[in-house]
């Protein structure tokens, strides 16, 4: 068979091992040519390939990144994108197309396999860890430990200038990251976009801290968290280039406002996009290469409109359907009943 793949949205750690995956056994078992797209569905819409193959793959698992680059958008908002893609497939003679991407690509994916009938498998990533119908996606493992170990590090300064530390992380719509990396690295408070949030509160929370004679707290917040109703002052939204809300921010806002309340001298360490860059740990490279050979499979298989999933540690197929147009949220029974039980 011939068969495309993609990377889209933003890059995670683990998708060269997942390209590298379906490379060898597509062409080790399967025959196939493997034919990547340059810069998602751009490379599909303006033709910009290379092509992937055993030798072209060799030294890439422990990379980061992905090597076929990758962008955000889809056919749908170019004129004429959709007929483009038809297209493609037809004149390059694809069999399939793996799409590697999160919630927005997955979305994508199934709607063009449903409009179109085009023959398309996916594969579930970000370092979010929000895309529904999976236990775990790869990327998030590395992003939780490189966020845990700047959390270690900065309570040592912490405690050394008696500051309370904002440290804001990654998770627009869904706080994975903030709930791990703040278990991990034992956070006074941890804000998430699932559970908005009094500052009155936050800062009851710092003083009773401080009374027990602990003058270092780390605050974990996700960029997307939001503070309740009437509990601070209204923030004008302003939007990306693709008409997202941008959510980067929250920390700075919440600083100077722990600060008045508190009298407590307030830093912010904004980790950005170091947590989705580097080397994948060993878990994602395992999950990544798991979730490659399952996408392999499923071609072979015919699972059009299907992703690979994890669940009970299991590899699995479910349609893309349970993905699309939605973000899975934080279980508030782990925040709720784990991670809020360490607060203060």
């Excluded at 493992?141 to 008696?162: C, G, K, W």
Aim: aromatic share 6%; proline share 4%; glycine share 12%.
């Amino acid at each position: 068979m011939r068969v495309g793949l993609l990377t889209g949205g933003g890059d995670c750690p683990g998708l060269n091992a997942v390209i590298r995956a379906v490379v060898r056994k597509g062409e080790m078992e399967y025959g196939d040519e493997v034919i990547g797209f340059l810069d998602a569905w751009d490379g599909v819409m303006d033709r910009r390939t290379m092509s992937l193959d055993v030798h072209s793959m060799r030294g890439m698992l422990p990379k980061g990144g992905t090597l076929l680059g990758t962008r955000r958008g889809s056919p749908y908002e170019r004129d004429g994108g959709l007929e483009t893609v038809v297209k493609t497939f037809d004149d390059m003679g694809l069999d399939a197309l793996i799409v590697v991407g999160g919630n927005g690509s997955l979305t994508v994916a199934h709607n063009l396999h449903h409009d179109l009938g085009l023959p398309i498998v996916g594969v579930p990533k970000t370092i979010d860890n929000d895309v529904v119908g999976t236990d775990i996606t790869f990327g998030f493992n590395t992003a939780v430990q490189t966020a845990t170990d700047a959390i270690d590090r900065l309570h040592t300064t912490a405690e050394s200038h008696d500051r309370v530390m904002l440290v804001e992380v990654m998770g627009r719509d869904s706080g994975w990251i903030a709930t791990h990396a703040g278990i991990a690295g034992g956070a006074t408070v941890i804000l998430i976009p699932e559970q908005p949030f009094d500052i009155d509160e936050v800062c009851t929370i710092l003083r009773a801290r401080h009374q027990r004679g602990r003058y270092a707290s780390i605050v974990v917040v996700a960029e997307g968290a939001e503070p309740a109703a009437g509990t601070m002052p209204s923030q004008e939204k302003v939007y990306d280039l693709v008409g997202r809300v941008r959510r980067r921010g929250v920390a700075d806002r919440l600083a100077p406002e722990i600060e008045q309340r508190t009298g407590f001298e307030t830093r912010v360490v904004l980790l950005g996009h170091i947590q989705r860059g580097g080397t994948p740990s060993a878990y994602d490279r395992v999950l990544a290469t798991r979730f490659g050979l399952g996408a392999i499979d499923a071609v072979h298989a015919g699972a059009w409109g299907h992703m690979t999933a994890m669940r009970a540690d299991e590899v699995v197929l479910v349609p893309m359907s349970e993905a699309a147009g939605k973000t899975r949220p934080v279980d508030l029974a782990l925040y709720q009943n784990v991670a809020s039980v360490f607060f203060g």
